[in-house]
């Protein structure tokens, strides 16, 4: 059974920082772009970062340029969500998705491109 399970949220500051981990099991996804996607109080799921199979090439939301990094670690089958600097508006649900197309070069940033998802972790940032 495959399985995405996300974890390091919780509450900070506006200011402060959090990491979040995906960690996969039931099969491998080395060779699969993953993606982090939000969904704030009341909106539609969107997304947040996304990364391909390699690692060499990582994509941003414009709201969270600067501030997030996403990076994997293929031996760990693992993704990872570095946020420094949150913000209110940053508050959301955060879930990690996996694509089911192997070795595409570039990291798809639609949800219905991606197959496997988490069940998410609340990330909310006090003003």
């Known amino acids: 059974q495959v399985q995405l399970v996300e974890s390091g949220g919780g509450l900070v500051q506006a200011g402060g920082s959090l990491r979040l981990s995906c960690a996969a099991s ?14 704030p109080p009341g909106k539609e799921r969107e997304f947040v970062a996304a990364i391909n199979w390699s690692g060499g090439s990582t994509y941003y939301a414009d709201s969270v340029k600067g501030r997030f990094t996403i990076s994997r670690d293929n031996a760990k089958n693992t993704v990872y969500l570095q946020m420094n600097s949150l913000k209110p508006e940053d ?15 570039y990291a798809p940033r ?14 909310t940032v006090s003003s």
């Open 26 to 39: 039931g099969r491998t996804f080395s060779n699969n772009a993953m993606g982090w996607f939000r969904q």
């Open 91 to 105: 508050t959301a649900f955060y879930y990690c998705a996996a694509d089911s197309t192997i070795w595409r070069a």
């Open 110 to 123: 639609s949800v219905y491109e991606y197959e496997y998802w988490g069940q998410g972790t609340q990330v």
